[in-house]
């Protein structure tokens, strides 16, 4: 996302930078709801309160770095999606986004049905409670132990992604003496407009079986014939923080047209197809995502269509949002330290996390936001690059941002929309401490995945 290039003071008014053009903008102090949960506001003392409570009394009692999830969103986020899509869908929440056992706890209570892509997020579904007929098992490695476990506990469907699969999990089924309910993840070969390594529909890359050159109706034929398998459908997943529906159209399409041809040569129409995630979300003011209930239209619209055209019932869709519902939801607060201005370039702030609370921006080069959240300032603008506390140079959580430049150590700044693919991707890197998430609601806030300490540390480190 290249834009432009040449070197502003950090106060100037209006900045190009090397890579992102950034404006100051009219209010330093104002919180944009796209990018911000539901609940979050300031407080008259100007500090920014989520769920009724004060940043400063939530770093007071919780610490920081901490990532704190506006639990009322969340689950009006779940009712948005369930509601959008309507009884004759299933809404799948991609749990490799953020999964703990109160999220798996609230999808239950809003209705949703849970994608689970390993063994570690299989046990958290199964020991909050998840019926296991409402959970998909993915990815593109599973072990024979985790087939086993899916299997024994009775997951809804197994998401099968390549041949080996196929005959893999036919043989376990057949063996623990059930039929497995399953899915084909076939790869449309659209060009999702993402970030290259969240894109997963070309065929250049690791998941799926191609519907180019028959191999998905090869798969479809040989898993029609294994007695240990259900098949109920077909999955696509084209990649993740997409806002154009265009791709999800292709893929729709070229999945009925499979379903038209395993009709034509088995005489068998598929009940299910899944649309996979990877909707689109704020996380600058730049960003216009769309609602579900536009999506849910969309997606609904084109299958019939398609559907009918191909003289097939209307299948069951199911869809696997993550991002949508999680990712808005939370925000990490960080404690300003040392603060270092490069006259000329731009102002270094150094916050207690960095890459291992947020790992998105240096591996994905995201654009996040962020806040001064513990007070207002009428200061000017400064032009500030907010960078973690790790051995990196890459160690950077917001590339471009303007803050005011009276920030001074021990404030304490918040970045939003970091509910996705944060904490459920941080990590230990030069033994930090994973962050603690804390979910707020109606004046009362919890710990729902503690702080790692450095017992923790320790106790892994068998010597
Ligand atoms: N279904 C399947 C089969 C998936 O592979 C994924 C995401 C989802 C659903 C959920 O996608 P979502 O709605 O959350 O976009 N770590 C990256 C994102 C990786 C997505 C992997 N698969 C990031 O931070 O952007």
């Not at 191999?215 to 993740?240: C, F, K, M, N, P």
């Not at 068998?268 to 990877?278: A, F, K, T, W």
């Not at 609370?357 to 936001?369: G, M």
Request: net charge negative.
């Amino acid at each position: 996302m290249s834009r432009s290039a040449h070197p502003a003071g950090p106060r100037h008014a209006d900045v190009m930078t090397e890579g992102h053009y950034t404006a100051p903008p009219a209010d330093l102090n104002a919180l944009d709801e796209k990018v911000w949960a539901r609940t979050v506001t300031r407080d008259e003392d100007g500090a920014i309160t989520v769920g009724g409570i004060g940043a400063t009394r939530l770093a007071e009692e919780f610490g920081t770095p901490a990532y704190f999830l506006d639990e009322s969103d969340f689950r009006a986020r779940c009712r948005a999606w369930a509601d959008a899509f309507g009884p004759g869908a299933d809404v799948f929440y991609a749990g490799k986004a953020f999964l703990s056992r109160a999220v798996v706890r609230w999808l239950q209570e809003e209705g949703l049905n849970l994608d689970v892509c390993s063994g570690g997020e299989l046990t958290t579904a199964l020991d909050a409670g998840m019926p296991a007929e409402r959970i998909a098992f993915h990815g593109n490695n599973k072990t024979v132990a985790e087939i086993e476990r899916a299997v024994t506990a009775g997951v809804g469907r197994i998401v099968l992604d390549s041949f080996q699969e196929i005959a893999r999990v036919a043989h376990i089924a057949q063996r623990l003496g059930k039929r497995q309910r399953v899915q084909i993840r076939v790869t449309v070969g659209v060009e999702a407009h993402t970030h290259e390594f969240i894109a997963t529909a070309h065929e250049d890359q690791k998941f799926g079986i191609a519907l180019a050159g028959g191999q998905a109706a090869e798969a479809v034929r040989r898993a029609l014939t294994l007695d240990g398998l259900e098949l109920i459908g077909i999955h696509s997943h084209i990649g993740s923080q997409i806002f154009d529906m265009a791709g999800f159209e292709v893929s729709a399409r070229r999945v009925v047209q499979l379903l038209a041809e395993v009709r034509d040569e088995h005489g068998v129409e598929l009940p299910e197809i899944d649309l996979g995630g990877g909707l689109g979300i704020a996380y600058t003011s730049e960003d216009d995502p769309r609602e579900p209930h536009e999506i849910a239209k969309a997606l609904g619209d084109i299958v019939t269509r398609e559907c009918e055209a191909a003289g097939l019932a209307t299948p069951r869709i199911s869809v696997e949002p993550g991002r949508a519902i999680v990712g808005p939801t939370a925000f990490t607060l960080y404690e300003v330290g040392t603060i270092k201005p490069l006259e000329g370039l731009r102002t270094y702030v150094s916050v207690d996390g960095g890459m291992s609370d947020n790992i998105r921006t240096a591996l994905y080069d995201a654009e996040y936001t962020v806040v001064l959240a513990s007070r207002t300032s009428d200061a000017e603008p400064m032009l500030a690059r907010v960078v973690g506390k790790h051995c990196e140079s890459g160690d950077i959580v917001v590339k471009d941002a303007f803050l005011p430049s009276d920030l001074a150590p021990g404030d304490l700044i918040a970045v939003p929309a970091t509910g996705a693919y944060c904490r459920s991707m941080a990590s230990n890197y030069n033994h930090a401490l994973r962050p603690p998430v804390v979910a707020v609601r109606d004046g009362q806030a919890r710990v729902i995945v503690r702080r790692e300490t450095e017992e923790d540390l320790l106790r892994l480190d068998v010597g």
